[in-house]
């Protein structure tokens, strides 16, 4: 299981927002590019990257920040906020973003995704499911759609995804504990790989991740917070699935 450090960007600063709330920010560093470096320092393999601006406002607001942190590192990122169609997805595979993330697409206009999937390839593409009571929210987490998060999962599929992000959204950011029921209903109807963002604050919320199947875990407040040392984390999953495959082969 991966474990990724997500960079939050906000007005080109890195930030963290408790729930997704734009008036509960909190500023932790003015050079993300910085954070990238610091990160895979500690072992990061690829960094999780939300531009919060065209997250809410449908136009990506951070794109400076973003060349910064590809310049910055030699590992893979994989971004989303304010990608709304397939021809924003291809311009930014182009300049070196390895997975582009689809959130607030996937409802209002799914074709664009489609149109994606089938231009760039699934393993370049990202459904983002966030979720607050099991009911998909959009444009930033500001406004709640109809459509549950499975529901909106199995007509992803439908369109070729391949890979998904859950996201407990009253979690994020509060350092609560995953949603593991959530969790494990998307793992037990989907055959695609999860990765699980909101809530996470230990490593042990890692390790029950990590038994659970899913391919990632993305980290937030509790790296920068200091509550989850990421190198630690990412050593303790590194030696967990060792042993396993060490036992799978006997």
Not at 65 to 75: F, K, L
Not at 178 to 192: D, G, I, S
Not at 236 to 248: G, H, P, V
Request: charged content about 25%.
């Amino acid at each position: 299981m991966e474990i990724l450090p997500v960079i939050d960007l906000r007005a080109g600063r890195c930030v963290r927002l408790t729930q997704g709330d734009y008036e509960r920010e909190t500023v932790f560093d003015d050079d993300p590019a910085a954070v990238a470096r610091r990160w895979a320092g500690q072992g990061a393999r690829r960094l999780h990257v939300v531009d919060l601006d065209g997250a809410r406002d449908g136009v990506r607001g951070n794109a400076e920040a973003v060349s910064a942190i590809i310049c910055a590192v030699d590992i893979p990122i994989q971004l989303g906020g304010g990608i709304r169609d397939a021809g924003e997805a291809r311009r930014l595979v182009d300049t070196g973003v390895d997975r582009v993330i689809f959130g607030t697409a996937a409802i209002e206009t799914p074709r664009e995704v489609r149109t994606a999937v089938e231009d760039i390839g699934p393993e370049h593409v990202i459904v983002g499911i966030d979720a607050k009571d099991g009911m998909v929210q959009t444009h930033g987490w500001l406004e709640q759609s109809n459509v549950t998060a499975m529901e909106l999962a199995n007509e992803m599929v439908d369109l070729g995804v391949r890979r998904f992000i859950y996201t407990d959204t009253s979690r994020d950011g509060t350092l609560t504990h995953p949603n593991f029921t959530a969790v494990a209903e998307l793992q037990e109807n989907l055959r695609y790989p999860i990765v699980v963002a909101g809530g996470i604050a230990s490593i042990e919320d890692l390790v029950e991740l990590a038994k659970m199947g899913v391919e990632g875990a993305i980290s937030g407040m509790a790296i920068y917070s200091g509550t989850l040392d990421l190198q630690r984390a990412i050593e303790t999953i590194d030696a967990m699935t060792a042993a396993d495959d060490r036992l799978a082969s006997i």
